[in-house]
């Protein structure tokens, strides 16, 4: 599928995949997603491609996530179906992306954030810079860090994964190098030299590791014995508690940050990491947050948190149910449960 939003070129033995939405930080499309899945399948079994560069074309960021006003339309007028199968076809990409049989390089230089995510941690080398500003904010908007984002979050150490869950805290290069989340470090000014030199055969690692940089330090270093402490438990009700108890300057920021998130997706959040941690598979994890998605698009949070912080841009939204005490333990079990099979997410 051919689309403007995104450049697919080859050049000597790399496959290039370039965002090309500036105007939106390169927000992914159902087009894009399209485009991005037949070119990675048409290179899986091309022995003249050896690796594949995912990078953005110009603008300020690598990608702000996926199209999450498509999917709130769908919730207020065709019952969640676009909705449900924009999920569907991103989450196969996701997929298809982790279990891809040539290297990925995925060059997050800017703003990388939910669907931004979803393609970018799938790549077995992830590139930061001094730009790179990470997050998964999808609490925020009555939404749940999908597109892969309970197997990634949950296999941080020290309970940081939980942390970047509810609160949609965001890293810079330095943080996501010092957490894993980047597999390197490198100036922004080296960028194209090193994609150059992948793309004229030289070994992938062997470059990123020549041109790496020591990053400043990770700010979030100082905080992580706090984040394991005060986000240890599985309970919304007692993170809160813990951060209520600590009259530090820190405690108090994270907890009232944690009081404007929706008090559904913060219980679903940890729900979703707990589950996921079990899981022994990337497609099994992809199945579950096939099911949350498929519910979570219609209850009252999503497009209501869609609508206050980008449709109306009030910052006020008005979450259902209002509390965390107001999330039954039945009501996330609904959430969680099976699809009937024929609805059931499946890998491509």
Known sequence: MNTDELLVRREDAAGFLSLNRPKAIHALTVEMDHAMTEALLAWRDDPEVKVVLLDHAEGRGFCAGGDVNLVRQSALTDGGERGRKFFYEEYQLNHLMFSYPKPIVAFIDGITMGGGVGISQPAQFRVATENTRFAMPETGIGLFPDVGGGWYLSRLPGRIGQFLALTGARLDGAECLWTGLATHYLPASQLAEAKQRIAHGHDVAQVLAALSVTPPEPRIAANAQAIA???????????????????GEWAAKELATLRLKSPQACKVALRQLAEAARLDSFAENMVMEYRIAARVLMLPDFAEGVRAVLVDKDNAPKWNPATPEGV?????????????????????
């Open 229 to 247: 402490r005060h986000f240890a438990s599985d309970r919304l009700e007692d993170v809160l508690a813990s951060l209520a108890a600590d009259d």
């Open 328 to 348: 039954t333990d039945e009501r996330l079990d609904a959430i969680f449960a099976a699809l009937p099979a024929d609805q059931e997410w499946k890998p491509l």
